[in-house]
Structures are given as structure tokens and as C-alpha cells.
């Protein structure tokens, strides 16, 4: 985050996750000499979305051909639609390769998608047959946007980026493990799984370093007091703190997610169990999109909480929406990828059914696994009405009978992340290292709790797990949970552990060191 606009995170993840991940997936280490990426002699990039193919990436219409007079292929790019779009592909920062998606035509038939080593460009420029235009600068990363497209450009026979399922054998023929070309698609482009784990670590990232300068200038930001000549600071004021709390347990609870998800990511690489795969891929495809969402939210507060003075950019807070932005489409825009998670949630996933417990006191909504059952409670209720507008809906008109199940769909996976980050919140709770430190982070997790069933309280109330006396307690009981958890808002900051040297950097997150002034310059 030190670099604010994201480009170098984005450049980062491009060329050593789809990149060079893509190249050890297929072949692994040895095959092929990296060492030009690997000490970024070479910048690496990923070409798969097309003008006219971006989420339905599996119909893109690139084109790579055996070519008979040389036994390697011929990448072509048959109309301005199927031009890449948005790659860093220009030459700016030096010679750069690519891993192209592009659709393998053996005989004329069509073998589905896989991907191909191409050069782009040397220390000279452009290669023959690569054609590059500049995309208009967009807000957020600074990169090198651009549509690139293929003149029959031809590659060597190695270009081909093989495994067991797909591979040319020595006379051409094409052999594949997999007879679904949807299937093979999915398997060439595998990283764009662990893309969508990046992009959550980017967005979580940016939201803690937003929250750290908000709440650091709020501590030292003097305002007047209610007596002549009194000065507090502004954290002191719940409307002020209030935000910035529920920022602070929504980026806990993000952080966990993402760590619970990353770390059951990692011991499946060695798991081949298909159903356990795909449930975890749609599992990191929900959180991508829950993480990114509400990073966005927070970044915006953050910036807000710092008034004017966090409109400039020396105090870090006004590129990290812009850049989250970026990280809400890529690998996957989140509408999309939620919208699959749905279908696929309605038939492949149980939400967990709670008993009734007969509501008791109003002592219940302070016990983080008493409200992470009302969680559970709230996403069982959207998937039965998902379920149920499925049946209705006319069985000759698909997208219609979809259209009216989809929005108590959706709010099922919603309710799903929030149930997911609880689980995380709660057991790295458990897991803390001193008893304070767990106490307070099952507080934060109460918050986190509460803000979530406030919108699911009818629900809750009409199938009996909340009493009445319990929804109309439920803003008291979160306004003392709050003032209880104020004093320490710069414990929870602190527990980001955030470099000095950024902070130190940041006139906003400093009462004594830099300063915007510093940054002024002399008008003419």
C-alpha cells in the first residue's frame, strides 16, 4: 500500500500469479528457462478477456492454429472484438511476454481454450504481428491498459502450455483427459482462482491501512468541547467513532475470512477431491466478492472521517477507492460470480438449519455464538424462498424462472459470507495469544454480529428466535457494545502492525511529525 494507486500490487500479481503461476501449473519447474521473468528482465502479462468476452470468457475467439510448415502455431486475432482487453501489454517498463488464451484449432476443429507463451515485445519494440493500441487512462492503478490483437503471429511448437488435459502428441494429434472443452477452459486459466485470492488480499490491505490513518488522525484531530475553551479529540464523539468501529470489525472479520479461505486453499493443492475443490473455489469466489465490496465501503468512510484533508493525496486515503474498484471486477466482476455461487448454492449446498431456542433475556445478543446461529438462522430463511421461487417459476422460460429466484438467492450468499467471516472472527478468537486480546476481539466480533442480523430482525422474529423485547433492544445493546469497545480503537489499529515508515510518511496519521505543509509549494 505504500505505492497508493495499486499499480504495483496489480503488476505483481499479474506477472508472478497469472503469469508465471500459469507456466509452472501446466509444466512445472525445470521445462522452461524463467529466469529472464524471475529477474524481471521480462515483465509477464495475462490476455484472456477479449473486447466482446469479458465473464463469459469461455466463448473468447482468438484463434491458434497448427501450423504445418513449421510444427508450432499461428496465433490470430480474427475480428476487433476478439482484441485482448485492458492487458499491460504497451512497452512501457521495458520487454514483456504474455500466456495468451486462445482457442486451439486442430483440423479445423475446434479443442477448446488453452494458453500459449508468446512474446510481445524486445528491447526494440513491438514483435512483428503484435499490435498494441493504448487504452484511455482509467481511475485507480496506473497501468498500461491496452487492446492488443494478433496479425498471424507465429509461435514455436513449446508455445503451447500443456498437461493431462490437453496436449499435441508428435504427429499432431490431440489428446485431453477431459472431454468438456468447458472444462479445459477452466483448467487453463486455474489461476485466476488464486487471482481472486490476491484481489482480497488487496482490498483487505488497503482497508486496514485506511482504517490506521482514520483512526490515528482522529485521536490526535482537536475539536471544541462543551466547555469555553476546551479541546477534545474527535474519536471522543460516538457519531465520529461509531463508523469507524464498524469499519474496524467488518476489516477483522475480513482478514479472517481471508486467511481461513487462503490457508484451506493451500492444503487442497494436494487434495483431489473434485467436490471439495469446487466447493472451495466457489467459497474464495464469495469471499473475493464480499471482501472487495465492503472494502470499498470502509475506504470511503475512512476517507470521509478525515475531511477535506483526505481529499489529498499525500495522505493515502483518496486513490484506495479508486483501487478497490479495479479489485471488485477483476478476476471475475463480484455481481457475476455471486449470481453463479446462487445456482450453484440452491441445489450443491445445505444452509445450516438452527433449532428454535425459545428467546430469553436481552443478556443473548452479547453472546457472539448465540448471534452467529441468528446468522445462520437468517441464511437458511433465504434459501428456502430461493428454493421455493425456483419451483414456481415457469419450468419453459429458464431465465425467467432464474430472474425470480435470484434476488432471495443472492441475499443466501450474502448471508452465507457474513456466516463464513463470523466462523473465522470467532475461532481466531479463540485462538489469541493473551486472554485480553481475546476478550476483545470476541467484543469486536459481537459488533460485527449485530450490525449484521439488524437487517434479517423480522425474519428472525417471525420464526421465533428473537422475542420482541430483543429487536427493541437491539440498538441499545449495540450502542453499549460500541462504548465499550471505543477506548480501544487504537489497540485494534495498532494490531494491524503496519510498518513505522508508511505511517510516518502520512501527514494525517501524524500530530507531530510531517504535515501538509510540508507538501505546499510557493504559487507564482
Known sequence: MVDGGGGLCTVASIHYNLFLGSLLDHEGAGRRDLSAFTTLRRTGTFLCTELEHGNDASALETTAEPD?????FVLHTPHAGAQKFMPNTSTTGGPKSAVVAARLLVGGRDEGVFLFLTPLSDERGLLPGVRVRRLPQRTGAPLDHCLTAFDRVRLPREALLESEYGRLDAEGRFHSSLGNRRKRFLQSIGRVTMGKLCMSGAAVGATRAALA??????????????????RIPVNAHRPHHARLLRGLATAYAMTFLHRSVLARWTRLRTCRDA????????????????ITWQARDIAVECRERCGAQGLFAANGLS???????????????????????????LFEHQAPRQDVVPPRGVEQLTDPRHLRGLLAAAESVWQDRARAA?????SKDPVERWNGASGAALEMVSAHARLRAADAFLDAAGRAGSRDAGELLERLCVLFLLEQIGEHTGDLLADGHLSADQVRALPQVRDDVLGGLAPRMTDLVEGFDLPAAYLDAIPLANPDGVSLADYAVEAE
Do not use: C
Open 275 to 290: 467436490g471439495e475443490r469446487a466447493e472451495t473455489e466457489r467459497l474464495i469466489a464469495v469471499a473475493k466478492s464480499w
Open 68 to 72: 504445418p510448415a513449421t510444427g508450432g
Open 390 to 394: 425456483l419451483r414456481r417459476g415457469p
Open 213 to 230: 490513518v482514520a483512526v490515528r488522525y482522529g485521536d490526535h484531530r482537536q475539536v471544541s468541547g462543551h466547555r469555553a475553551g476546551e
Open 319 to 345: 486513490e484506495f477507492p479508486h483501487y478497490i474498484e479495479g479489485t471488485i471486477t477483476a478476476e471475475g466482476d463480484n455481481l457475476v460470480i455471486w449470481v453463479k455461487a446462487a445456482a450453484e448454492m
